[in-house]
């Protein structure tokens, strides 16, 4: 049979499988990487050379019909007997061929000696390598030895089963730690990863599970567009899941708002004050930050975590001024001194209530955390009546102090707990005085455990 006729036949048996990049290891063989080449249609070639294949690449080509071997098959004429070596070998190609993803690069591991073969399947495990072999019927040489080659025409691809057929719920279990960890970004990874490798139903159910943890990831980083359009997408891939659906669309329209609250409150001047005045628009981005913080505590980054409740300190106060016309980064108190003439003197009663001894006239310019709160106890704000705003600023020191914003240090766990409870008991009294359930407030921002699907 000429190799023509071997190839047709091939090609039909490989259904039409293509790849971008192949990689072949050097063997005294040159049939089956023809066979390949000539039926996958690589746009790349690499040979992974021995010193007894070095004229492997030519004679591939000219089985193929060239006179040489084509200037996109690059060779490499190291001693690739040498596991090691392969491995080098094969970190070079995947940086040369860095533009190709990586699903569509494939090793052949038919050929070479056991270490070669060995060394190429386990390479191509660990970066994740499509592995091809050839299988094929066996003849007798006919030379009288014992030695059997492949008959031609038989051959056909018989890729080597993915391990992750079998082994992918351990990964699948290393994910789900990450996960409960907050770790999204890498959950994601191995759960997309194993989407794309495990067969039904469980492939399917490892990808809606990446696209939420995905989420989750850019929620965290507060890219909330992105955090909003892989919500969207994981709506379209559970739609039995009634009751996670529910949960996942309203936090997929929290993102939405925050993104409008992130637009109106960077502008200057009345479209800030009124966005900053709206419950609605505030509770969204206070809901996100405390959502953050709890994760960050569950971390033990308790610096950060602080960071994050300071700033919902911040925005609670900022909140509670814009409803009596205040902007907090350029403060006008024209429209609430219309309705507390003496707020002036009410402002110098409260600093001096608070340890002042030279108080301060009505600020100027951007209102800080501790002012803030001053000013809306000047003001009678429903919010701190009654309440010890000196435990405010008391308990807030210990953030002033951490590396994270003015100091040198890390805060302690008991340091961070006192500072949890003033933003706990301003945020209760929040919720309370804007008549918000605080469960239904928290389901729009907390990310759900990790859920078990039922995919069909």
Known sequence: MDFAEELRLFRERCNSTTFAGLVIPGTL??????????????????????????KMPDDVARKLGFDSAPQNWQRYDED???????YRSLRKIIEAWNDL?????????????????????????????????????????????????????????????????????LEAAE?????????????????????????????????????????????????????????EEFLSLVPEERELVA???????????????????ASRGDEALATLANPDAVLALLGSLYASAKRREAQGR????????????????????????????????????????????????????QGRRRPYRLPD???????????????????????????????????NTSILAHGYRLITRDEYRQFAEVVEELLVRLLVLLGHDRAAWERASRFVDLPRLAMR
């Open 175 to 231: 994910a789900t730690r990450l996960y409960e960890a907050h770790d999204y970004a890498n959950a994601a990874r191995i759960f997309a990863d194993l989407g794309r490798r495990v067969p039904p139903p469980d492939g399917p159910r490892y990808a809606a599970l990446a696209t939420l943890a995905a989420a989750y990831s850019a929620w965290d980083a507060f890219d909330l567009k992105t955090g909003r359009a892989s919500l």
């Open 247 to 265: 949960t996942i669309a309203i936090q997929a329209q929290t993102l939405e708002r925050l993104e409008q609250v992130a637009r109106q409150a």
């Open 101 to 169: 993803p990586r699903e569509r690069l494939a090793v052949d591991v038919t050929g070479g000696t056991k270490p070669m073969s060995i060394g190429l399947a386990k390479a191509a495990y660990v970066l994740n390598l499509p592995a091809l072999y050839v299988e094929s019927e066996y003849v007798s040489t006919g030379d009288g030895t014992e030695r059997k080659v492949p008959r031609p025409g038989s051959q056909y691809l018989a890729p080597p089963p993915d391990p992750y057929i079998v082994f992918g719920d």
């Open 80 to 86: 690739h007997t040498d596991p090691l070596q392969i």
């Open 29 to 54: 063989q040159a049939t089956t990487a023809a066979l390949l080449i000539g039926a996958l249609e690589p746009q790349r070639v690499a040979f992974l050379l021995t010193p007894d294949s070095q």
């Open 302 to 353: 308790y610096d950060t975590a602080a960071l994050l409740l300071y700033r919902c300190l911040e925005l609670i106060s900022q909140h509670r001024l814009a409803t009596w016309g205040v902007l907090s980064e350029r403060p006008d108190f024209t429209a609430a001194q219309e309705r507390k003439p003496d707020l002036e003197n009410r402002y110098e009663d409260v600093q001096r209530a």
């Open 365 to 399: 310019r951007a209102v800080g955390l501790f002012v803030g709160y001053m000013l809306l106890a000047a003001l009678d704000d429903p919010l701190v009546r009654g309440y010890d705003i000196g435990r405010i600023e008391a308990r807030s020191d210990a953030r």
